[in-house]
């Protein structure tokens, strides 16, 4: 079974700083989908950037950049500028034949 | 707003009390999903509907039972619950050409339920 994990329950972040959240994921399959998604206190889950695993080239989305590494199965997140909007839980997807959610991470970002 | 919308935010129910959790989604998507958000726990598929046909149940007692009436209508419906059941209930849609995980999905509120 595929299963993702995000090592970090929670982090902090400084106003304007960048900080960078990890996931790993455990997986034969050779062609998938990853995905960080942000959930705020409202409780919405946010799609926040997508990356096909056959394209090498990292995937970026404004402040939003990812740091996909096939062979070691690694999908970070970096968050480039931080902003206060930016606090949330932060969930890191893998999707084949369904979609398999990490534990999240929450982001606490100091003003 | 992303078009799922899910009722009611909050819920809070008896064990032996019978309710239905609702989602709807006006973005065209012909499939739609449960999920279980539990504390410090990764998410946790419940059930899998495409064009109205469940195509996935993982392992999901039998007091939560879904139905998909159309591919825009989705509802949970709950009986004789147990304290462990409370939790975010969180629904979600999507395009399913040809498999679940490469389209984005797009979740509602989520509805939070207690079961005192």
């Known amino acids: 079974a595929q299963t993702v994990t995000q090592s970090q329950p929670e982090m902090s972040v400084q106003e304007a700083e960048t900080v960078t959240l990890s996931c790993t994921y455990d997986?034969?399959?050779?062609?998938?989908?990853l995905f960080w998604y942000k959930q705020p206190p409202s409780r919405q889950m946010i799609l926040v950037i997508r990356?096909?695993?056959?394209?090498?080239q990292n995937a970026t989305e404004n402040r939003f950049s990812v740091n996909f590494q096939k062979a070691a199965k690694s999908f970070s997140l970096k968050i480039s500028d931080s902003q206060l909007g930016d606090a949330a839980m932060y969930f890191c997807?893998?999707?084949?034949?369904?979609?398999?959610f990490g534990a999240g991470t929450r982001l606490t970002v100091k003003p | 707003e992303t078009g799922v919308t899910q009722t009611p935010r909050h819920l809070v129910m008896g064990m032996t009390n019978k309710k239905s959790l609702k989602c709807e989604q006006h973005?065209?998507?012909?499939?739609m999903y449960w999920y279980k958000q539990s504390a410090k726990k990764p998410l946790e598929l419940m059930f899998v509907?495409?064009?109205?046909?469940?195509?996935e149940n993982n392992s999901v007692p039998s007091r939560f039972s879904p139905e998909c009436p159309n591919s825009s209508h989705l509802f949970l419906h709950l009986h004789t619950l147990q304290p462990e059941d409370s939790a975010l209930y969180l629904c979600?849609?999507?395009?399913?050409?040809?498999?679940?995980?490469?389209?984005?999905?797009?979740f509602g509120d989520g509805t939070r339920l207690s079961i005192l």
């Open positions: 990356q096909e695993a056959y394209k090498q």
């Open positions: 973005l065209g998507h012909n499939a």
């Open positions: 997807a893998y999707g084949a034949n369904d979609m398999r």
């Open positions: 997986t034969s399959e050779s062609d998938y989908y």
């Open positions: 509907y495409n064009f109205k046909e469940q195509t």
């Open positions: 979600a849609s999507s395009f399913l050409p040809p498999s679940a995980g490469n389209q984005p999905q797009h």
